[in-house]
């Protein structure tokens, strides 16, 4: 709608990268602000989340290149532009999920070797899966804010458009490629869906029974949502049978966070102190050289 921020002579300011770069600038803030609220400091959480936009970024290029490569083939140069745009939202969240899990295993490391050299060591060894999901559950508020800002920035700048037509929820909306038409107002469904979500688990973010649920009710809301969303797209796609290959990873995700909240639930069932919660003093954990448990 608004592909064009500014201006100034030969050089124009993109509306989708002011918005994009909003959305992960206060995304980072709430991370750092979550991470205080949870852990008594923001400096660890924060770390991790500039990790996770990097791993994101990188990775979903690499799944935007793979998912095109046709576009890529002749002049391969081309998929270090980064600056022309092109990512894969699946890719980036599989690259952030990565780090997450890197660090949430540095982590863990630390605090087994500090609790192994103890002279009183605790009664039940530190485990992995709590701290992962402690960390998991801090960077929910920040990754829902930064979708809704991505969403937006899609909105202005004409990407994930919807598929022509007339009725409920069409509107004379542009494509990529500024051509407009009568479109399913598709960005505008995903920006009010995602704003939606943010809004309800930040302000139940002090209310989840244990650890794990925010995150995995996110991706599960988020994936199931963008499952059903994904039909009223009319951009270009990989397709596996009648479905777009965004669905079934949509629908993958959406069943793994399912699954997931049921087993938590059990367990915690079972064993009302499970899973265990770590405290501000187990995250985040120094290394013996003094540095945060992800070097750079």
């Given amino acids: 709608m608004y592909p064009i921020l500014l201006t100034i002579g030969r050089f124009s300011i993109p509306t989708y990268t002011v918005l994009l770069d909003l959305g992960l600038i206060l995304g980072l803030v709430l991370t750092y602000y979550e991470g205080k609220r949870r852990f008594g400091e923001g400096e660890t959480v924060l770390d991790l989340g500039l990790w996770a936009v990097i791993g994101g970024i990188l990775s979903g290029r690499i799944g935007y290149v793979l998912a095109n490569w046709n576009a890529f083939a002749e002049d391969w140069l081309r998929a270090f532009r980064l600056w022309e745009g092109g990512l894969s939202f699946h890719g980036a969240f599989l690259g952030g999920l990565l780090v997450l899990t ?8 630390a605090r087994s070797k500090s609790a192994a050299s103890s002279e009183a060591p605790p009664a039940r060894a530190p485990s992995f899966l709590p701290g992962f999901l402690e960390l998991s559950d801090a960077l929910v508020p920040g990754l829902a804010l930064g979708i809704a800002f991505g969403w937006a920035a ?34 505008a469904v995903g920006l009010a869906y995602s704003a939606l979500l943010f809004a309800i688990f930040w302000l139940l973010r002090r209310q989840w029974p244990f650890a794990g649920v925010a995150s995995l009710l996110y991706l599960l809301f988020y994936f199931g949502g963008m499952f059903f969303l994904e039909f009223t797209r009319g951009d270009e796609a990989i397709y596996l049978g009648p479905w777009r290959l965004a669905q079934w990873l949509d629908l993958a995700l959406a069943l793994l966070a399912g699954i997931g909240i049921i087993i938590l639930w059990w367990q915690a069932y079972r064993a009302p102190e499970m899973p265990e919660k770590v405290t501000s003093e187990e995250i985040p954990v120094e290394t013996e050289e003094g540095s945060s448990p992800v070097e750079g």
Avoid: H, V
Wanted: charged share 15%.
């Fill in 102 to 109: 890197l660090f949430a295993l540095r982590n863990w490391q």
């Fill in 154 to 187: 899609c909105l202005m700048g004409g990407c994930s458009y919807g598929r022509m037509g007339e009725g409920i929820g069409y509107a004379l909306l542009p494509d990529l490629y500024g051509i407009e038409a009568p479109r399913f107002a598709t960005q």
